[in-house]
């Protein structure tokens, strides 16, 4: 069975700096891993998703992820974050079985 | 687009009610989920239907059923509310072979 760590609870960062949300798996067969998004009061949202392929991944509204397997990581980053991207931040993984383990969350709270 | 719909966004019930949480798809996934929210503990999945009449037990099924009667929607029951399982509800649902999952808005259920 598989785990996730997200690192951080709580991510304050002010507008227009870069960010990083760190997220950690552990599993014993490869996996696929994704970053889903949730704005207040609304359901989650996919940002991006590693299936196969590069390690590095892009996905909506300028985010990106970097895929570890050694270091069984799965980091999210954002250059340059805007007071729309205040919101809860979970890392998901699934070992191929259609289900996903989410891992607790971080908030992040952008400050003008 | 997806669109995965819950039949309510506040609900408030009272201790031993028999409470019914609706989840309906429009993409004729055969993969729908059932997950409860709570601070600090991410997402957890409570049951998952891969069929209709299918279901199968997720982490924490204990004071759950969920119903399965026809493939666009499926039920999460609360046989005898309990205020321990005040919680934000969210319902999700994927094609049989995809694990990318689609979540609807959430059902916040108080209960009292």
């Known amino acids: 069975a598989q785990s996730v760590t997200q690192l951080d609870s709580q991510v304050p960062v002010f507008e227009e700096a870069p960010v990083e949300l760190r997220c950690n798996y552990s599993s014993s067969v490869s996996v696929y891993l994704f970053w889903y998004v949730q704005y207040p009061n609304q359901g989650l949202q996919l940002l991006l998703k590693?299936?196969?392929?590069?390690?590095l991944v892009k996905g909506i509204n300028g985010f990106e992820a970097e895929f570890n397997k050694s270091q069984t990581s799965f980091h999210l980053r954002k250059p340059s974050v805007h007071i729309s991207d205040t919101a809860e931040y979970f890392c998901a993984v699934s070992d191929h079985d259609y289900k996903l383990s989410f891992g607790a969350g971080t908030t992040v709270t952008v400050r003008a | 687009d997806v669109k995965v719909t819950q039949s309510s966004r506040y609900l408030v019930k009272r201790t031993g009610e028999k409470v019914f949480l609706e989840c309906v798809q429009d993409?004729?996934?055969?993969?729908m989920f059932w997950y409860r929210q709570d601070p600090g503990l991410g997402l957890r999945l409570i049951y998952f239907?891969?069929?209709?009449?299918?279901?199968e037990k997720g982490d924490i099924p204990e004071g759950y059923s969920v119903s399965r009667e026809k493939k666009e929607r499926f039920s999460l029951i609360l046989e005898s509310a309990s205020t321990n399982q005040t919680s934000m509800y969210l319902c999700a649902s994927s094609l049989l072979d995809r694990v990318e999952q689609y979540f609807g808005p959430g059902t916040r259920l108080t209960v009292t």
């Open positions: 993409m004729d996934h055969e993969n």
């Open positions: 590693y299936l196969s392929g590069s390690t």
């Open positions: 239907s891969y069929d209709v009449k299918m279901k």
